[in-house]
């Protein structure tokens, strides 16, 4: 009996030792939340937006990560729904504690967690969707957004259009928010230019067969056919389309430089406007490419947006020295960095949309290549928090006399 008491007051003294003695100091970790399409229509989006992200912060950890915390990425697949989107936000910041969320790639999607950021006070930062109500009518002060929005990309490729393609133009766009932005804007700049739009019609997400609206676009005999679509569902309208003898346009994010070698064909002379090509000489692009593509053996795209993002929000949280929502949200108002993937870009204080350069692009061989450089002061368009964006807009055609 003795020899067992013994054994209890070590087992005793043990603990009291173990509990007295000074604790091993963990790192201090704060978490960034990565929400996109992981499979689906805009899966190859979401697959770069994680890359970005993986990349910003293997950077920010190799220097001392942010406020001498490591930083640690959770991802989440946003399904390219607004309701699973929502889900995944929630969890995200209630159940993770994210103080940055970057996300998500479908537009209707990101609306649908700009009211979650909003109510957590969460800062948000959108690479990818681009409808306009964005940075009008759902804007709110945790909203940032280095992708360009629908009004800036009608404002940088109409005058390209008319100017050097045609003027009689047929919209066709994915019907849902992200193609009914882009065509109601490119139908509102071409118009306010002088070009005539000879028809509008939309398709449902995900069509699988196109052809029931080739006959009605041939029928209007339009110069250009303008496209308002992405990931999966531009690749089959690519291989069904028979341009016609039309010239062929479209969205920044219509179509990855990946998926372009498979199309080469029915994709060569589409033009596009875009913030990103790896086939763009510019010195800025052409480093962040040469990085990206030794980490990931592949070639960034459009969604470089992330890793600058990431970047942004780490500025933002030095010079507020706190981690603070309201505080970071005001650092980042008028901020500037130098080394994004393509240079210098800031933030404009009244909407938090980042000015950017871009560049028309021209799909050659499978490539890419720039054809005409727009400045980002031209394509920004006024401010315009809390107007709505479709006010006056009519899909209705206005017949040339």
């Known amino acids: 009996m003795k020899r067992v008491a013994g054994v209890v007051v070590l087992a005793v003294v043990a603990a009291l030792v173990w509990a007295t003695a000074p604790a091993v100091s963990q790192p201090k970790v704060v978490r960034i939340g990565d929400l996109g399409s992981k499979v689906g229509v805009f899966e190859g989006y979401g697959k770069y937006q994680t890359m970005g992200i993986q990349m910003a912060v293997e950077e920010l950890n190799a220097r001392g990560g942010v406020l001498g915390h490591r930083v640690e990425i959770i991802s989440e697949d946003d399904e390219t729904k607004p309701a699973p989107a929502v889900r995944k936000a929630e969890k995200l910041i209630l159940q993770d504690e994210v103080k940055l969320l970057v996300g998500v790639v479908s537009s209707g999607a990101t609306m649908a967690v700009m009211d979650v950021t909003k109510k957590h006070k969460t800062i948000h930062w959108n690479s990818v969707s681009c409808a306009e109500f964005?940075?009008?009518?759902?804007?709110?002060?945790?909203?940032?957004?280095?992708?360009?929005?629908?009004?800036?990309?009608?404002?940088?490729?109409?005058?390209?259009?008319?100017?050097?393609?045609?003027?009689?133009?047929?919209?066709?766009?994915?019907?849902?928010?992200m193609g009914q932005s882009d065509g109601r804007q490119f139908k509102t700049a071409l118009e306010r230019l002088g070009g005539e739009v000879v028809g509008v019609a939309g398709a449902p997400l995900d069509t699988k067969d196109f052809s029931p609206w080739?006959?009605?676009?041939?029928?209007?005999?339009?110069?250009v056919l303008f496209l308002a679509f992405a990931g999966t569902d531009s690749l089959r309208l690519m291989t069904q389309l028979h341009s016609f003898g039309m010239k062929l346009a479209g969205i920044d994010c219509f179509l990855l430089q990946q998926d372009l070698p498979s199309i080469a064909e029915p994709m060569e002379g589409f033009v596009q406007l875009n913030h990103f090509s790896?086939?763009?000489?510019?010195?800025?692009?052409?480093?962040?490419?040469?990085?990206?593509?030794?980490?990931?053996?592949?070639?960034?795209?459009i969604a470089a947006g992330a890793y600058d993002a990431v970047h942004f929000w780490a500025a933002a949280v030095e010079k507020a020295k706190s981690f603070d929502p309201d505080r970071v949200a005001l650092a980042h108002e008028g901020m500037c960095l130098d080394n994004t993937h393509i240079g210098r870009q800031c933030i404009r204080k009244e909407d938090h949309q980042v000015v950017m350069d871009m560049h028309l692009y021209q799909v050659k061989g499978g490539k890419n290549l720039p054809i005409a450089r727009i400045a980002g002061t031209d394509s920004i368009g006024e401010p315009m928090v809390g107007k709505d964006p479709v006010e006056g807009f009519s899909w209705e055609l206005k017949k040339k006399n």
Do not use: C, W
């Open 134 to 177: 964005m940075r009008t009518t759902k804007f709110h002060k945790y909203y940032f957004s280095n992708q360009p929005d629908s009004r800036m990309q009608a404002n940088g490729l109409a005058k390209y259009i008319v100017d050097q393609m045609g003027k009689r133009v047929y919209i066709f766009y994915t019907d849902y928010a």
């Open 214 to 223: 080739f006959g009605a676009i041939n029928a209007a005999t339009p110069e």
């Open 278 to 301: 790896a086939y763009n000489p510019d010195t800025n692009m052409q480093a962040f490419n040469a990085r990206f593509k030794k980490k990931f053996g592949v070639d960034a795209n």
